[in-house]
């Protein structure tokens, strides 16, 4: 073509990017990679072959780590651990700012790199990937340098085992690594086996960061390498970013380990597109929504539901914006959207739009595919219903899904039916419905008129099957620190057996269960005689069943008003137990005496009282944040209720302890669902009488009794419970963990290990974390 | 919102100019359902042109061709208090030859000019002669530029003095009170006036964007005066705090991509002032050609509104010619 031709076409022509120094860097190491453990490059063994996929051509031999590889690695990482914890946070601060500026400094050869081994188009890995990273390390030697005056209640985990996809190598390595060790743990971390290059060349940047030996180790592999990892002993912590099917066994294997774990799984986010939104600005967004990084990202906007009016016109537009998307090398510096990372996901999708696209219309973008390499045009599919599977399964590539919806609420109740609940985008001019909508949707992100902003200040992370934890912000610490609690083993605390000369004294008196704001025998028609240490008989009470937690469970979703009730309306109702519990407090002491056969019974009460009013206190009090994101704009970091938490009260302060867990839990606006003290229900039992007089609605606290072994499992199995917390003095930690794993509802359990209820560590702000979620809802703003 | 509306008279024959294909712009009738549903989210508006430049590179000689084309869209402009006929004759022999002739030769084309000559209503005589047989149109500005605000009927004579002494386009400014006042029949009744005084010259509504307060009502009055029968719609006079921009572009194209898809007919678009880079003039062409097609990447449907944008090109062209970076002092001024 002459320029004379060009003049007539106008076609924009190639715009390659130089790979030469990236090459150069792979030659260096002769095209074979050992791993980086201990700071040292260990040779290279067992290779496996790193492709490019947009050519297929091999860029390098990498290690597949063996079980001594690991090993040595964790070895490592727990030598420097207790070192690399004690170094100051400046010290640490600044080995972590000069990481920043390297990675700065070598941003061009991470971009091609990270191109040249996923795919991705070389202005995504450029402009998005690679300052992103940059971003994560500067942000978190901030964090580094603020840990031991803004968090002086915390400290590190220990060990972490950490697990990253193959869609952005570089930028999953930064979100594990980053808050990792800026907060004193060491870390053992595992790239996908597509994607390891960049994770190697960061190692080296380590070593020129000066981070010393073994807190930074990555291992190379495919998933059999992941599940030593997992499974390794002397790890303290699982991270992993990956498939919801994997970041359920995971969950399993780690169950009743002891092991910390966050999840950042799978999604289906919903893009929801009103009448009066910017409907040509909507349209742009779903490029960067659904064909940012060839579609293959866990929180792309692939469930399109848009208002019924306007969809005819918006599907024309986006068709029109579709064939203009240009496919091809991504290494052009003119193309929108690269190649899958491999064949496999290239098969999967084909498949996936093969078996379910005959359920709506497909429609191919007719823009020109490469010959070669694994491309899959972007395309959308129209006329699905909420039960096609293509509207319900992740497909994981550049495939958009579309239905449409009548009225905002419709919007809402089609955007939450899915098991997913990562993000969500809302595009709509009117700021009252734009607002009004971002808190109803299920999902751990919303965008405003927007969609994937990303920044290292606002958490990531999602609920429901989606996952748990946060990455990012304030919020994202908690993943890689625990509060500094005091904790000592807890032995079981049987209930007293019966007597030999039973003392009967007082009418029978029956402790019924209390669901839904009722009184409920137990479904299963059986009672347990409790007994005082002195023979005395005290009452008795149902045993819970499968039934009865399944009664509950849908008490407490009908009382979902709660969480929409203000903080200090749900504040006055704590304080209104007080008064209540406080004018019964005799009662209630003689009682607490008779269980026991000591006279702690009035210390208990008013330290229960003084906990009713610490979470009344904190109900209007728990704020969000608004992160400083670089946007013209907000991130507004709100603290949501989890929803349905269910809990295993403890055993060691049957009153206490039961309001220890369920005041924050309603508190923050939760429903809940607690099994009393099995040793000692009968406080809980005399409890929901202060309930009844209270104003607490009908189905906000229910109270089952019973074996905790029997309810643990139904109630951590239960598919629409959203939480389990276990403080059981049964350790019951394993079977809840795994049970867990159905709907990867959020646990916390003891591990057979108790806190002491009566002091600091038995209220605060932990309590409080484990019953939100926090919600960064993004809203660009400008006129 | 998928209104059928038919232009309210069919289509005239142009007005002789080389580069003009397309059917005139009737116009229609004022649909205020139209103009009042047009949303322009200014945030997602910015996201999307701050992102083009990173998705869009054209290198080597893609990018000669891309700024031999961005030269024939110049509307050459000077619109100064101190021009004089002698200015002007400089300025038409620059847009006869705006590149000299051996870097045309290295690049293997010919026949490169400007797509107009712009000035004030007293210099288009002079232009109209020292242009005489090259068929590079005149554009006058007129209409009370830049402000708007001479009597009407002096606005709308203005015109017709313009067109009788050889300008076969005009740049008429439209009075930003009525869209700063939601008087969208106002804007509508006097751009229609203005466009029948032009009789066959083609008319390019000036909205002075920088002065309309939001990227919506830039969607709006572009809708209106597409509606009441602009040739072209044209972001500034030069003379606002702010002129051509990205972000009001996106929106104009966007508001012609709409017109075009309801009523068939396609209308011209002119940023300008401020555009003085070869690079932000690729960056424009880009979004053109990304937004509107190629159809629109041509002078009859494309214009910078520039002065000192052509000097870049110039050394541009020379640099992709030799290697060597140029200077300024090796091309004639304009």
């Known amino acids: ?783 | 919102m998928q209104s059928k509306t038919q232009p309210i008279n069919t289509p005239v024959k142009t007005a002789g100019l080389p580069q003009v294909h397309e059917p005139r712009n009737p116009g229609m009738e004022l649909d205020m359902d139209w103009v009042m549903g047009a949303q322009a989210n200014t945030s997602a508006i910015e996201r999307r042109v701050k992102s083009l430049p990173g998705r869009r590179s054209v290198k080597k000689d893609y990018q000669a061709a891309w700024m031999l084309k961005a030269i024939t869209c110049i509307d050459l402009t000077t619109l100064s208090g101190d021009d004089t006929p002698g200015r002007v004759r400089r300025l038409c022999a620059k847009a006869r030859q705006p590149v000299r002739a051996d870097i045309l030769e290295a690049l293997g084309v010919e026949g490169i000019t400007t797509g107009a000559v712009c000035v004030y209503h007293e210099m288009v005589e002079t232009a109209v002669a020292a242009l005489e047989g090259t068929g590079i149109p005149v554009a006058a500005v007129s209409t009370g530029f830049p402000a708007g605000l001479s009597p009407y009927h002096l606005r709308v004579a203005e015109i017709g003095e313009s067109v009788k002494a050889g300008a076969s386009e005009i740049d008429i400014v439209i009075s930003r009170r009525h869209v700063l006042t939601g008087n969208w029949q106002a804007l509508y009744n006097e751009m229609r006036d203005f466009r029948a005084a032009c009789g066959d010259a083609h008319v390019k509504a000036i909205l002075a964007t920088g002065e309309l307060g939001s990227l919506r009502n830039v969607a709006r009055a572009s809708l209106v005066c597409m509606m009441a029968g602009a040739d072209f719609i044209k972001t500034s006079t030069g003379k606002e705090a702010v002129n051509a921009t990205l972000p009001v572009s996106l929106v104009m194209m966007r508001a012609i991509r709409d017109y075009h898809a309801r009523t068939g007919f396609r209308v011209g678009y002119k940023p300008a002032g401020g555009i003085s880079k070869a690079k932000d003039a690729v960056t424009y062409l880009t979004l053109l050609k990304d937004e509107l097609g190629d159809r629109w990447l041509s002078p009859d449907l494309f214009r910078f509104g520039a002065s000192s944008l052509l000097g870049d090109l110039e050394r541009q062209l020379e640099h992709h010619v030799t290697g060597n970076y140029s200077a300024s002092y090796r091309h004639a001024i304009g």
């Open chain 1, 1 to 783: 073509m002459t320029v004379k031709d060009i003049f007539e076409t106008m076609d924009y022509g190639p715009a390659p990017e130089s790979t030469s120094e990236a090459m150069a860097w792979i030659a260096e190491h002769d095209g074979k990679f050992g791993q980086f453990i201990n700071g040292d490059f260990t040779p290279h063994h067992d290779g496996f072959e790193s492709r490019n996929p947009a050519t297929g051509d091999i860029l390098a031999l990498v290690t597949q780590a063996s079980g001594d590889d690991i090993d040595a690695a964790v070895t490592a990482a727990t030598k420097a651990q207790k070192k690399w914890a004690r170094t100051s946070g400046h010290e640490r601060a600044k080995v972590l700012y000069a990481i920043a500026r390297l990675l700065q400094k070598h941003s061009r050869l991470f971009a091609v790199l990270e191109t040249m081994d996923n795919g991705k188009p070389i202005r995504e890995s450029r402009d998005i990937d690679i300052p992103l990273v940059q971003q994560h390390f500067y942000y978190h030697a901030g964090m580094a340098q603020l840990m031991e005056s803004e968090l002086p209640d915390a400290e590190p985990l220990g060990v972490c085992g950490q697990i990253i996809p193959w869609n952005f190598p570089l930028l999953m390595l930064a979100w594990k690594i980053a808050p990792a060790i800026a907060t004193g743990n060491t870390c053992v971390l595992k790239p996908a086996e597509y994607t390891s290059l960049t994770a190697l060349l960061f190692a080296e940047i380590c070593v020129q960061a000066g981070l010393p030996k073994g807190v930074v180790n990555i291992v190379t592999g495919n998933g059999a390498v992941g599940e030593m990892i997992v499974t390794h002993e002397d790890i303290d912590k699982i991270a992993f970013t990956g498939s919801t099917a994997v970041g359920r066994r995971i969950r399993e294997a780690t169950a009743g380990s002891g092991k910390a774990l966050t999840l950042e799984l799978g999604g289906k986010s919903p893009y929801i597109v009103f009448e009066d939104a910017d409907i040509d600005s909507a349209v742009e967004g779903l490029v960067d929504a659904i064909w940012f990084n060839q579609g293959q990202v866990c929180c792309a906007g692939s469930r399109l539901l848009v208002q019924e009016g306007i969809a005819e016109e918006f599907y024309a537009k986006l068709k029109v914006r579709m064939d203009g998307l240009r496919m091809g090398d991504p290494l052009d510096k003119c193309i929108d959207i690269g190649a899958l990372v491999d064949p496999v996901q290239h098969a999967t999708v084909t498949d996936m739009v093969a078996r379910g696209g005959a359920e709506g219309e497909v429609y191919h973008a007719k823009c020109k595919l490469p010959n070669q390499g694994c491309y899959y045009p972007p395309t959308l599919i129209t006329g699905l219903d909420s039960a096609a599977y293509l509207m319900q399964e992740e497909i994981f590539g550049p495939v958009l899904v579309s239905t449409t919806f009548r009225t905002p609420a419709e919007a809402v109740q089609l955007a939450n039916n899915t098991r997913y609940g990562l993000a969500a985008s809302v595009w709509s001019e009117n700021v009252n419905l734009a607002l009004d909508i971002a808190p109803k949707l299920v999902a751990g992100i919303v965008w405003v008129n927007a969609t994937n902003l990303f920044d290292a200040a606002a958490g990531f992370g999602g609920v429901r099957e989606s996952g748990f934890g946060r990455e990012g912000g304030w919020e994202g610490l908690s993943a890689y620190t625990r509060p500094k609690t005091a904790s000592k083993p807890l032995h079981p605390i049987m209930p007293v057996s019966a007597p030999k000369g039973a003392q009967v004294t007082e009418l029978d008196r029956t402790a019924k269960m209390y669901i839904g704001g009722k009184q409920a025998r137990p479904d299963s028609g059986y009672s347990t005689a409790i007994w005082s240490p002195k023979g005395k008989l005290l009452g008795h009470v149902g045993q819970g069943s499968r039934k009865d937690i399944r009664n509950a469970v849908e008490a407490a979703h009908a009382a979902k008003g709660w969480a929409k009730t203000t903080g200090h309306l749900r504040a006055q109702i704590l304080y209104y137990i007080a008064e209540n519990l406080s004018a019964r407090g005799d009662e209630f002491a003689k009682r607490l005496n008779e269980i026991s056969g000591k006279t702690g019974g009035r210390k208990e009460v008013d330290a229960t009282l003084s906990r009713l009013f610490t979470y009344a206190a904190w109900a209007d009090k728990y704020d969000g944040q608004a992160h400083g994101v670089p946007i013209r704009g907000i991130a507004l970091a709100m603290k949501e209720p989890v929803g349905v938490i269910g809990a295993l009260c403890p055993d060691d302060a049957p009153l206490l302890g039961l309001i220890s867990v369920m005041a924050p839990a309603i508190a923050m606006g939760n429903t809940c669902v607690l099994a009393a003290s099995q040793a000692a229900p009968l406080a809980a039992t005399d409890f929901y009488q202060v309930l009844d007089t209270s104003d607490v609605p009908a189905g906000v606290v229910n109270i089952l009794t019973g074996d905790h072994a029997d309810l643990a499992g139904p109630l951590a199995g239960h598919l629409d419970v959203d939480a389990v917390w276990s403080f059981s003095s049964t350790d019951l930690s394993a079977q809840i963990e795994h049970a867990s794993a159905g709907n990867l509802k959020r646990t916390w359990v003891n591990n057979a290990r108790t806190r002491d209820w009566f002091g600091k560590d038995g209220e605060g702000r932990e309590f409080l974390q484990q019953a939100t979620e926090v919600k960064n809802i993004w809203v660009p703003y400008g006129e």
